[in-house]
């Protein structure tokens, strides 16, 4: 029984032409689209973070190039009073021109061990600093104000070396948040401990600077002390209340601690960092302050970063999918216009095997192979057509040869006698006769 065209037209190879052609172009397109989306993304990671390791190291340059002018006139005193003490009008005219010389410095003064500057006085550092109206003046030191138990005196005395303090608030002497760097003298041949020159720069200075290092439209830069406590950042909540190990102690991000960790080591990198920290995915690239002992990290939003790109990827997408729907239309004109003879042609040699030779079969133009198959679908529509004629001519011929032949044997039979022997009185012989018939 044959198969119903319904059946057969399911699938039609219109439309497995059609699924092969655009299933193959998407996968060509999907494994393209991706390979440059990524090789895109890793260079457009390389080329920031070029460019962010550029602007963290000139903004490192920019600071330690003042950290470096400040610590320049504290050694050079502390170097002379090595040698001598001067009296307290010439080191209040030297502490005064420094601050006049140098505009990042907020104050300065030197400390003296107990007793060191004068035999009477156990407390003494002269200590100025700038306010609204100039220079202000104070001599620290006191039941209240006891410098030697400080950071700021007592890890250079015991270390024996310049230091910068970690950021702290200056209660009693200068009262604003500050560093402090200091740097240790020494007295007689023995080289006695005997006090420390120090050089203040205030925190608003720094996060000035900071703040000034801009990337993309909402990228900014942060400093982290020795110990990780921010020291600038624009969320001002941060500001010596938070450490970068805090902050992922509360996120529960061991990504942002081991950043963290590394930047506190004096390490340089480029990582990314956990949503959490910035409230969105964003990049970091973190150098140190090597003068301070602090690190520098600059974020960059990874939606900036990738904007570019993202647009870009759109307008492929686009393209692509206009592309897509271009071939589509395409591929269904082709596949209407090689089908649709294929199409009646099933139709005609439905009626062919039912038996229907003088169908009239489509005609066809051209040389492709649907032409061909038209051809010899008529070719051999014709040949049956010759054969069954010719079949039928032979059996009437041979049917009216069976006819013929079956009257002259009727004929032959009637000259038989219809009795056998015909002489049964006669014994003396025997009568035998054989009767062949004429055939064909």
Not at 167 to 178: A, K, R, S, T
Not at 341 to 346: E, H, V
Request: with cysteine.
């Amino acid at each position: 029984m044959p198969t119903s065209p319904s059946s057969r037209r399911r699938l039609g190879l219109g439309f497995k032409l059609a699924l092969f052609i655009l299933t193959s172009t998407t996968l060509i397109f999907a494994a393209a689209f991706a390979y440059n989306y990524q090789c895109s993304r890793q260079l457009i990671l390389k080329n920031v973070e070029e460019s962010a390791r550029n602007l963290a190291h000139d903004s490192v340059q920019r600071m330690e190039t003042v950290f470096a002018g400040v610590g320049r006139i504290p050694t050079f005193l502390a170097f002379t009073l090595d040698e001598s003490f001067p009296d307290i009008s010439e080191l209040k005219e030297f502490l005064r021109d420094f601050l006049n010389a140098v505009p990042e410095v907020f104050g300065s003064t030197v400390a003296f061990e107990p007793y060191a500057f004068d035999r009477r006085t156990r407390f003494f550092a002269p200590y100025y600093y700038k306010d609204k109206d100039g220079l202000g003046f104070t001599v620290l030191g006191g039941e209240d104000y006891d410098y030697f138990l400080l950071d700021w005196y007592l890890i250079p005395k015991e270390l024996n070396r310049p230091m910068w303090s970690e950021p702290y608030f200056d209660e009693g002497g200068g009262n604003v948040l500050m560093t402090t760097l200091s740097v240790p003298f020494h007295r007689g041949e023995s080289k006695t401990f005997a006090g420390v020159v120090t050089a203040d720069i205030s925190l608003d200075w720094l996060k000035t600077l900071v703040a000034k290092i801009s990337v993309y439209n909402s990228g900014y830069a942060f400093l982290l002390s020795k110990n990780g406590v921010f020291v600038a950042h624009p969320e001002k909540r941060y500001l010596m209340r938070e450490s970068v190990f805090s902050l992922a102690e509360s996120i529960a991000s061991p990504e942002l601690r081991e950043i963290g960790r590394a930047m506190v080591r004096g390490r340089e990198g480029f990582a990314r960092l956990p949503e959490a920290f910035t409230g969105k995915p964003a990049w970091v690239y973190y150098a140190p302050v090597p003068s301070t002992g602090w690190s520098m990290g600059i974020i960059v939003p990874e939606a900036e970063l990738f904007a570019d790109l993202h647009s870009l990827s759109r307008d492929i997408l686009t393209i692509g999918i206009a592309g897509f729907v271009i071939l589509f239309a395409v591929i269904a004109a082709i596949s209407i216009r090689i089908t649709r003879p294929l199409r009646t042609l099933a139709e005609k040699t439905t009626e062919i095997a039912k038996g229907n030779l003088d169908v009239d079969l489509p005609a066809v133009r051209g040389t492709d192979e649907v032409c061909e198959l038209s051809r010899s679908f008529q070719d051999m529509r014709n040949a049956l057509k010759d054969y069954i004629a010719n079949l039928t001519e032979t059996t009437k011929a041979k049917e009216r040869m069976e006819s013929e032949l079956k009257i002259a044997k009727n004929i032959q039979m009637s000259f038989l006698p219809k009795r056998f022997p015909p002489f049964p009185d006669i014994g003396r012989f025997d009568l035998h006769a054989a009767l062949a018939p004429a055939r064909e």
